[in-house]
């Protein structure tokens, strides 16, 4: 089983940074494949944003390629997602999650494990 905490959300202006991360427990960071997510408001999907997968494989979705990047600290056990360059549209509840089966994200991916979110505003 997997535990997951994120943190680092936060209100930031349009054109800012924020860094977000990700503390895994019971299980080593570097055996899980990891995701970030998030949700607009209650009710609506959530949706991709990036993934990092056992052997390092990174990948976005195209709203946000170029402007976040996902990395991860085995030694603290945690992912972070590094925001750039903020929009307005950025604003959601960001989750993090993990796979324990695959060894790399695919739009098939199954995360099993899920953290209770992270809240990101960027006003404009």
């Known amino acids: 089983q997997v535990q997951l905490e994120e943190s680092g959300g936060g209100l930031v202006q349009a054109g800012e940074s924020l860094r977000l991360s990700c503390l895994a427990s019971?299980?080593?960071?570097?055996?899980?494949?990891m995701g970030w997510f998030r949700q607009e408001a209650p009710g609506k999907e959530r949706q991709f944003v990036a993934?990092?997968?056992?052997?390092?494989?990174?990948h976005y979705a195209d709203s946000v390629k170029g402007r976040f990047t996902v990395s991860r600290d085995s030694a603290k056990n945690t992912v972070y997602l590094q925001m750039n360059s903020m929009k307005p549209e950025d604003t959601a509840m960001y989750y993090c999650?993990?796979?324990?089966?695959?060894?790399?994200?695919?739009?098939?991916?199954?995360?099993?494990?899920w953290g209770q979110g992270t809240q990101v505003t960027v006003s404009s």
């Open positions: 999650a993990a796979d324990t089966y695959v060894n790399d994200w695919t739009p098939e991916t199954y995360f099993g494990y």
């Open positions: 019971r299980r080593a960071i570097s055996s899980l494949v």
């Open positions: 993934a990092l997968s056992r052997n390092g494989n990174t």
